[in-house]
């Protein structure tokens, strides 16, 4: 690794690091964040956002995590491998009010392929799980700044078409996550569940190598019942080479 890698690795461990170090405590005493729109069902939220998917493989080692801890507790929501996926930019975030923004989808469109252009594939590796309140996650290392140089020519695609005006609004996105597991209720047994998530924190979960990314309209939770795919954007192509499908 380059030291700038090195760097930013450690960067992301540290900010993993601390949303564990927040949470645990309080996992262990049962204190969780409930999500009561994802207990309800039916999530009447749309938003704008662009996707990567893991491989099978991949995939098939997150759920097998998961299984580990629906041993645990079956009662809290597990992300199909269907709706698993890393979010490269949230280009408009989850709403009710979300009218106003499809009706300029064209736009979306154009800042993605502008800002894909020439963008080669990446490599993210995940190593352990790390937790908040509401849910846990598997802790994504991407292996150069790609993602990273993406993720700014979106924000400034989007700045220069006046489309920024929601980007960032709950935080910046920096991190290479992929939420697996959301609380619901109650956890049946707060101290073993976050003894699980402990003795999970390190292990080699595989890797993600990305050669195309999506487009999609999706709810909070990127159910695959709600999404719809506006876009595919092959990696390392040119301008003219990028296709979208509707």
């Not at 991949?58 to 698993?84: E, N």
């Not at 190598?209 to 040119?238: C, F, I, K």
């Amino acid at each position: 690794m380059f030291s700038s890698e090195v760097t930013m690795a450690h960067e992301l461990q540290q900010r993993y690091d601390t949303m564990w170090h927040e949470a645990a405590p309080a996992l262990a005493r049962g204190d969780v964040a409930c999500d009561a729109q994802l207990a309800a069902g039916n999530d009447p939220r749309r938003g704008l956002t662009l996707i990567a998917r893991p491989g099978p493989g991949l995939a098939s080692s997150f759920d097998a995590m998961l299984d580990t801890l629906a041993a645990i507790d079956p009662h809290q929501y597990r992300h199909p491998v269907a709706d698993m996926h890393v979010t490269v930019l949230s280009l408009f975030t989850a709403t009710v009010d979300y009218g106003p923004e499809l009706a300029r989808a064209d736009q979306y469109r154009a800042a993605v392929a502008e800002a894909v252009r020439g963008t080669p594939p990446f490599t993210i590796d995940f190593i352990g799980v790390t937790a908040s309140r509401g849910a846990v996650v598997a802790q994504g290392f991407p292996r150069d700044d790609t993602l990273a140089l993406l993720r700014e020519r979106l924000r400034g695609e989007l700045h220069a078409r006046g489309l920024d005006g929601s980007l960032d609004g709950r935080y910046k996105l920096v991190t290479a996550h992929s939420t697996l597991l959301r609380f619901v209720r109650p956890l049946a047994e707060p101290a073993r569940f976050t003894q699980a998530l402990e003795s999970l924190r390190t292990g080699a979960l595989g890797s993600m190598h990305v050669a195309a990314l999506e487009l999609v309209q999706n709810d909070w939770y990127m159910s695959s019942a709600t999404l719809q795919r506006l876009g595919s954007y092959p990696l390392g192509l040119s301008a003219s080479s990028l296709w979208s499908t509707q």
